[in-house]
């Protein structure tokens, strides 16, 4: 069974950082592409990214509305995906999902993680 | 980036109707759209890729397909197991984009 499990999100002040953690089980982690994608409250999702698999170098897209203050990377011995985020602002606050897969389709997503960005 | 118009914003329907939903690509996206089924709390729910693919679970009473650039998502016979909110998603270049999403209630 495939699961995904986020981590780390919660109360961060504007301009500061935070690192999510997505844990991956019951699927061969290399095999596959990683995303990252956030959905305020009441809204549309927001793709941000992702991290290509191991067949196409582990290389990463970022959306360009978070290119540059954020970094998606991969620990694939411990099949742990990571969303680094610096310089927060109020409108990042949103629930954070790491999900699984390409252009062919984005099948699995985790429960999801809150992130809130407030003085 | 890619903008997909999704039509309607909102929709009531009685049980065992017909229900359609529409996402328009403001350019060529090939087959690259997906539908996903929203229900409060819950992460998104995979129900179509490949524009006409069914995912694996999803009832057989939804469908997709596509006219050129736009697509659209069809329940067949509507059950009480499928209010909740969809959305489409292109995946054929980066950004991949989401529609605003439809909430489906009933009637």
């Known amino acids: 069974e495939v699961k995904l499990l986020e981590s780390g999100g919660g109360l961060v002040q504007p301009g500061g950082s935070m690192r999510l953690s997505c844990a991956a089980s019951g699927f061969t982690f290399t095999d596959f592409y990683m995303n990252w994608i956030r959905q305020p409250a009441g809204k549309a999702p927001e793709w941000l990214g992702f991290?290509?698999?191991?067949?196409?170098?582990?290389?990463?897209e970022y959306n360009p509305s978070v290119k540059g203050r954020f970094t998606i990377s991969r620990d694939n011995t411990q099949n742990m995906l990571y969303l680094q985020m610096n310089t927060l602002r109020a409108e990042d606050t949103a629930t954070y999902y790491c999900?699984?897969?390409?252009?062919?389709?984005?099948?699995?997503w985790g429960q999801g993680v809150m992130v809130t960005v407030s003085s | 980036d890619i903008q997909m118009t999704q039509s309607p914003a909102s929709l009531s329907a009685s049980l065992e109707e017909i229900v359609t939903i529409t996402c328009q690509a403001s350019q060529d996206i090939g087959n690259w759209l997906a539908w996903y089924q929203q229900k409060p709390g819950k992460s998104p729910q995979l129900l179509i890729y490949?524009?006409?693919s069914l995912a694996d679970g999803v009832p057989s009473r939804f469908s997709g397909s596509r006219s050129g650039t736009q697509y659209s998502l069809k329940i067949s016979r509507l059950q009480v197991e499928d209010i909740g909110i969809y959305y489409c998603l292109q995946a054929y270049s980066a950004p991949y984009t989401f529609g605003a999403g439809t909430k489906l209630e009933l009637k």
């Open positions: 490949g524009a006409t």
């Open positions: 999900a699984r897969g390409d252009w062919e389709a984005i099948d699995y």
């Open positions: 991290i290509r698999n191991k067949a196409n170098g582990y290389t990463t």
